[in-house]
Protein backbone atom coordinates (compact mmCIF):
# COMPACT_ATOMS: atom_id res chain seq x y z
CA UNK A 1 0.00 0.00 0.00
CA UNK A 2 2.17 2.45 -1.00
CA UNK A 3 0.99 6.25 -1.44
CA UNK A 4 0.42 7.83 -4.36
CA UNK A 5 2.46 10.70 -5.00
CA UNK A 6 1.22 14.20 -4.73
CA UNK A 7 3.69 17.76 -5.01
CA UNK A 8 3.94 18.86 -1.22
CA UNK A 9 2.43 22.26 -2.17
CA UNK A 10 1.17 24.54 -5.24
CA UNK A 11 0.23 27.84 -5.01
CA UNK A 12 -1.38 30.63 -7.40
CA UNK A 13 -2.76 34.29 -7.51
CA UNK A 14 -6.65 34.72 -7.03
CA UNK A 15 -8.31 33.87 -10.85
CA UNK A 16 -5.16 31.85 -11.52
CA UNK A 17 -5.45 28.25 -12.50
CA UNK A 18 -3.07 25.54 -10.38
CA UNK A 19 -2.84 21.78 -11.55
CA UNK A 20 -1.81 19.08 -9.11
CA UNK A 21 -0.70 15.52 -9.82
CA UNK A 22 -1.42 12.68 -8.26
CA UNK A 23 1.13 9.40 -9.66
CA UNK A 24 0.48 5.95 -8.83
CA UNK A 25 1.31 2.81 -11.04
CA UNK A 26 0.02 0.86 -13.15
CA UNK A 27 -2.02 -1.46 -10.57
CA UNK A 28 -3.86 1.60 -8.99
CA UNK A 29 -4.05 5.22 -10.87
CA UNK A 30 -2.92 3.78 -14.13
CA UNK A 31 -5.59 0.51 -14.38
CA UNK A 32 -8.42 1.87 -12.99
CA UNK A 33 -10.94 4.80 -13.38
CA UNK A 34 -12.19 5.12 -9.67
CA UNK A 35 -10.00 8.04 -8.40
CA UNK A 36 -11.14 10.67 -5.74
CA UNK A 37 -10.10 13.75 -4.70
CA UNK A 38 -10.95 15.80 -1.53
CA UNK A 39 -10.41 18.89 0.33
CA UNK A 40 -9.47 19.69 3.89
CA UNK A 41 -9.57 22.82 5.27
CA UNK A 42 -7.81 23.23 8.68
CA UNK A 43 -9.46 21.22 11.68
CA UNK A 44 -12.01 20.40 9.14
CA UNK A 45 -13.53 17.02 7.89
CA UNK A 46 -12.54 16.51 4.39
CA UNK A 47 -15.03 16.76 1.43
CA UNK A 48 -15.20 14.63 -1.77
CA UNK A 49 -15.16 17.23 -5.04
CA UNK A 50 -14.23 14.86 -7.48
CA UNK A 51 -14.88 10.57 -8.09
CA UNK A 52 -14.26 8.71 -10.81
CA UNK A 53 -11.43 10.75 -11.98
CA UNK A 54 -13.92 13.64 -12.91
CA UNK A 55 -17.22 13.64 -11.18
CA UNK A 56 -18.26 16.77 -9.60
CA UNK A 57 -20.68 15.99 -6.56
CA UNK A 58 -23.79 18.66 -6.31
CA UNK A 59 -22.59 21.85 -4.80
CA UNK A 60 -18.86 21.38 -5.81
CA UNK A 61 -18.19 24.27 -8.06
CA UNK A 62 -17.35 23.81 -11.98
CA UNK A 63 -13.99 25.43 -11.60
CA UNK A 64 -12.75 21.85 -9.69
CA UNK A 65 -12.12 19.50 -12.73
CA UNK A 66 -10.32 16.19 -12.92
CA UNK A 67 -8.65 14.41 -15.13
CA UNK A 68 -6.08 11.38 -15.82
CA UNK A 69 -3.38 10.45 -18.62
CA UNK A 70 -1.83 6.98 -17.72
CA UNK A 71 -0.65 6.58 -14.06
CA UNK A 72 -1.36 10.23 -12.89
CA UNK A 73 -4.29 11.67 -12.09
CA UNK A 74 -5.07 15.40 -11.93
CA UNK A 75 -7.09 18.17 -10.40
CA UNK A 76 -7.46 21.22 -11.64
CA UNK A 77 -8.78 24.43 -9.97
CA UNK A 78 -9.64 27.09 -12.33
CA UNK A 79 -10.18 31.06 -10.92
CA UNK A 80 -8.53 30.18 -8.36
CA UNK A 81 -10.01 31.92 -4.76
CA UNK A 82 -9.38 32.25 -1.41
CA UNK A 83 -11.12 29.67 0.10
CA UNK A 84 -9.65 27.17 -1.85
CA UNK A 85 -6.90 27.57 0.27
CA UNK A 86 -6.60 23.98 2.03
CA UNK A 87 -4.75 20.68 1.92
CA UNK A 88 -6.02 18.58 -1.19
CA UNK A 89 -5.70 14.75 -1.10
CA UNK A 90 -5.97 12.10 -4.00
CA UNK A 91 -7.07 7.94 -3.72
CA UNK A 92 -6.91 5.74 -5.83
CA UNK A 93 -8.75 2.18 -5.98
CA UNK A 94 -5.76 -0.41 -6.66
CA UNK A 95 -7.28 -3.96 -7.47
CA UNK A 96 -9.08 -6.28 -4.95
CA UNK A 97 -10.80 -4.06 -2.70
CA UNK A 98 -7.22 -2.50 -1.58
CA UNK A 99 -7.14 1.70 -2.12
CA UNK A 100 -4.42 3.68 -1.61
CA UNK A 101 -3.96 7.50 -0.63
CA UNK A 102 -2.15 10.01 -2.03
CA UNK A 103 0.32 12.33 0.22
CA UNK A 104 -1.63 15.79 0.26
CA UNK A 105 -1.09 19.21 -1.44
CA UNK A 106 -1.29 22.21 0.31
CA UNK A 107 -2.65 24.90 -2.22
CA UNK A 108 -1.49 28.32 -1.33
CA UNK A 109 -3.65 31.59 -2.65
CA UNK A 110 -0.95 34.29 -2.98
CA UNK B 1 -30.26 15.15 6.24
CA UNK B 2 -27.22 13.04 6.84
CA UNK B 3 -25.21 12.89 9.73
CA UNK B 4 -22.50 10.82 11.22
CA UNK B 5 -22.06 10.60 14.60
CA UNK B 6 -18.49 9.05 16.14
CA UNK B 7 -17.53 8.52 19.64
CA UNK B 8 -15.63 6.30 21.91
CA UNK B 9 -12.67 8.22 21.36
CA UNK B 10 -9.90 9.00 24.31
CA UNK B 11 -6.54 8.74 25.94
CA UNK B 12 -5.37 4.89 26.36
CA UNK B 13 -2.01 3.07 27.08
CA UNK B 14 -0.19 1.57 24.37
CA UNK B 15 -1.45 -2.05 24.28
CA UNK B 16 -5.12 -1.54 25.62
CA UNK B 17 -8.28 -1.51 23.62
CA UNK B 18 -10.82 1.36 21.81
CA UNK B 19 -13.88 0.86 20.51
CA UNK B 20 -15.04 3.75 18.15
CA UNK B 21 -19.14 3.79 17.68
CA UNK B 22 -20.05 6.09 14.84
CA UNK B 23 -24.17 6.76 15.34
CA UNK B 24 -25.36 7.13 11.22
CA UNK B 25 -28.57 8.71 10.30
CA UNK B 26 -30.71 9.99 6.96
CA UNK B 27 -29.72 7.39 4.41
CA UNK B 28 -30.19 3.54 4.02
CA UNK B 29 -27.08 2.03 6.41
CA UNK B 30 -27.62 -1.00 4.66
CA UNK B 31 -26.98 0.21 1.49
CA UNK B 32 -23.67 1.98 1.38
CA UNK B 33 -20.20 1.20 1.98
CA UNK B 34 -19.09 2.58 5.53
CA UNK B 35 -15.21 3.32 6.45
CA UNK B 36 -13.10 4.38 8.88
CA UNK B 37 -10.15 7.22 8.27
CA UNK B 38 -7.62 8.70 10.36
CA UNK B 39 -5.74 11.36 10.25
CA UNK B 40 -2.75 11.75 12.67
CA UNK B 41 -1.25 15.11 13.89
CA UNK B 42 0.37 16.97 11.04
CA UNK B 43 -0.17 14.23 8.57
CA UNK B 44 -2.43 12.91 6.24
CA UNK B 45 -5.13 10.98 5.48
CA UNK B 46 -5.03 7.10 6.17
CA UNK B 47 -8.36 4.58 5.32
CA UNK B 48 -7.68 2.55 7.97
CA UNK B 49 -10.82 -0.08 7.70
CA UNK B 50 -13.84 -0.04 5.02
CA UNK B 51 -17.25 -2.69 4.99
CA UNK B 52 -19.10 -3.38 1.77
CA UNK B 53 -22.71 -3.50 1.98
CA UNK B 54 -23.00 -5.03 -1.01
CA UNK B 55 -20.90 -8.12 -0.21
CA UNK B 56 -19.68 -7.81 3.32
CA UNK B 57 -16.35 -7.74 2.40
CA UNK B 58 -14.17 -5.70 4.15
CA UNK B 59 -10.83 -3.98 4.06
CA UNK B 60 -7.96 -3.20 6.64
CA UNK B 61 -4.49 -1.16 5.97
CA UNK B 62 -1.58 -3.03 6.82
CA UNK B 63 -1.00 -0.93 9.66
CA UNK B 64 -4.08 -2.61 11.81
CA UNK B 65 -4.00 -5.74 10.26
CA UNK B 66 -5.27 -8.04 13.10
CA UNK B 67 -5.95 -5.41 15.41
CA UNK B 68 -8.49 -3.70 14.23
CA UNK B 69 -12.10 -4.84 13.54
CA UNK B 70 -14.63 -2.98 11.47
CA UNK B 71 -18.47 -4.35 12.25
CA UNK B 72 -22.15 -2.85 11.64
CA UNK B 73 -25.12 -3.04 13.31
CA UNK B 74 -28.18 -2.50 10.85
CA UNK B 75 -30.63 -2.48 13.62
CA UNK B 76 -29.24 0.20 15.19
CA UNK B 77 -27.34 1.97 12.17
CA UNK B 78 -24.18 1.84 13.68
CA UNK B 79 -20.81 1.25 12.42
CA UNK B 80 -17.92 0.42 15.00
CA UNK B 81 -14.09 -0.43 15.05
CA UNK B 82 -12.96 -2.10 17.73
CA UNK B 83 -9.17 -1.24 18.57
CA UNK B 84 -6.50 -3.71 20.05
CA UNK B 85 -3.23 -3.57 20.56
CA UNK B 86 -2.78 -0.33 20.49
CA UNK B 87 0.14 1.60 19.80
CA UNK B 88 1.49 5.16 19.69
CA UNK B 89 1.52 5.43 16.14
CA UNK B 90 -2.46 4.94 16.10
CA UNK B 91 -2.59 8.25 17.64
CA UNK B 92 -4.63 10.44 15.45
CA UNK B 93 -8.67 11.85 14.77
CA UNK B 94 -10.70 9.10 13.33
CA UNK B 95 -13.55 9.86 11.17
CA UNK B 96 -16.16 7.50 10.16
CA UNK B 97 -17.61 8.56 6.52
CA UNK B 98 -20.18 7.02 3.87
CA UNK B 99 -19.38 5.96 0.67
CA UNK B 100 -21.52 6.91 -2.28
CA UNK B 101 -21.68 3.38 -3.15
CA UNK B 102 -22.22 -0.30 -1.84
CA UNK B 103 -18.91 -1.81 -2.33
CA UNK B 104 -15.92 0.48 -3.18
CA UNK B 105 -15.30 3.13 -0.58
CA UNK B 106 -12.74 5.67 -2.14
CA UNK B 107 -16.29 8.00 -3.29
CA UNK B 108 -16.70 9.51 0.75
CA UNK B 109 -19.66 12.08 0.39
CA UNK B 110 -20.31 11.92 4.32
CA UNK B 111 -17.97 12.50 6.81
CA UNK B 112 -18.53 12.69 10.52
CA UNK B 113 -16.46 14.95 12.81
CA UNK B 114 -13.90 13.18 13.98
CA UNK B 115 -13.00 11.38 17.36
CA UNK B 116 -8.95 11.98 19.07
CA UNK B 117 -7.40 8.54 20.14
CA UNK B 118 -4.26 8.89 21.93
CA UNK B 119 -2.38 5.81 22.48
CA UNK B 120 0.23 7.40 25.04
CA UNK B 121 1.69 6.12 28.32
Known amino acids: QSALTQPPSVSGSPGQSVAISCTGTSSDVGNHNFVSWYQQHPGKAPRLIIYDVRGRPSGVPDRFSGSKSGNTASLTISGLQAEDEADYYCISFAGSYDYVWGSGTTVTVL | EVQLLESGGGLKQPGGSLRLSCEAS????????MVWVRQAPGRGLELVSA????????FYADSVKGRFTISKDSSTNTLYLQMNSLRVEDTAVYFC??????????????WGQGTLVTVSS
Open chain 2, 97 to 110: AKSMRSMSPEALDY
Open chain 2, 26 to 33: GFSFSNFA
Open chain 2, 51 to 58: NSAKDGRT
